[in-house]
């Protein structure tokens, strides 16, 4: 089935319900903005498919049912796909990217191109945006930022830029990066080029980041929810909560039970039964 097939068959109702936007479906930017922070502020991040041994479906019928209908998250290529399909369905043009990630990172180039993000083209704007609801950390974007540099666009509270970085090969590489409010830096997040990339492609990616043994998402729990005022993180036992403020206060969960209900509390995930939170 072709993506444009793919969309043709979205569930643009039920995805508009789940999280939550009730504004106008014209594809300019005030619908790129509403969209794009309600979904942030909506659907958690979290990777416990990958954790019980299996890659995530990124098939369309399949994303509506676990993250639309079974309340559940997903990770980056599951969110953005299901951003996607919603964008086009409201009649944006959308490319795929895939970039690296540069956080703790010792250079741009030292990890794979293993995250997806989206440019967008809105009508009546000269320049496109970024789109991306699946980054899933502190630094993630809530609203879509102009892919144009010397701006330091605020959404949701966050403060982005994207900065040309050097680079070899023939395609302008650039980085998106995240004003830290504790440490009063920059940080960068992930490097990418335009060049487009299909939903073959992240099939590949896909299956990679969660079956391969080395893979972080294949070895402990990753819980990221954001709402207005905060963002939690669950990295294995540890919970972190960021203010807006920028103030951090973190505890250690002592057992399976407690980590079953803060999944279910504070992040909004049910954990399928067997599937143990805490190694």
């Not at 369309?60 to 796909?81: F, I, Q, S």
């Not at 490319?95 to 990630?101: K, Y």
């Not at 701006?151 to 994207?162: Q, T």
Request: net charge negative.
């Amino acid at each position: 089935m072709s993506d444009s097939e793919q969309s043709e068959q979205f569930d643009l109702d039920a995805y508009l319900d789940r999280i939550g936007w009730r504004g106008g479906r014209r594809a300019g930017l005030e619908t790129l903005r509403g969209v794009h922070l309600a979904h942030a502020l909506s659907v958690p991040f979290e990777n416990l498919d990958a954790l019980s041994g299996r890659a995530p479906s990124l098939a369309p019928a399949d994303l509506l049912a676990k993250m639309v209908h079974g309340r559940r998250g997903g990770y980056c290529y599951e969110h953005n796909t299901l951003l996607r399909l919603a964008l086009e369905a409201l009649g944006f043009p959308v490319t795929p990217l895939a970039g690296r990630v540069v956080l703790g990172a010792a250079t741009p180039e030292s990890r794979p191109r293993t995250h997806a993000m989206l440019r967008v083209t809105v009508p009546g704007e000269p320049e496109p945006y970024l789109a991306d609801v699946g980054f899933g950390s502190i630094g993630a974007l809530l609203a879509p930022v102009p892919l144009v540099t010397g701006v330091e666009p605020e959404g949701g509270g966050r403060r982005h830029r994207l900065m040309p970085l050097p680079h070899q090969g023939p395609l302008e590489l650039w980085e998106l990066q995240a004003y830290d409010r504790r440490e009063r830096e920059w940080a960068g997040q992930y490097a990418f080029t335009l060049e487009p990339f299909t939903a073959r492609d992240f099939e590949v990616f896909n299956w990679y980041v969660s079956t391969n043994p080395r893979s972080p998402f294949t070895q402990r729990a990753f819980l990221q929810r954001t709402t207005a005022g905060r963002h939690l993180s669950l990295d294995g036992s540890l919970l972190t909560e960021t203010r807006a403020d920028g103030t951090v206060a973190e505890r250690k969960l002592t057992n399976e039970a407690e980590a079953r209900r803060v999944a279910a509390e504070e992040f909004g995930i049910a954990v399928p039964e067997g599937l143990p939170l805490l190694s």
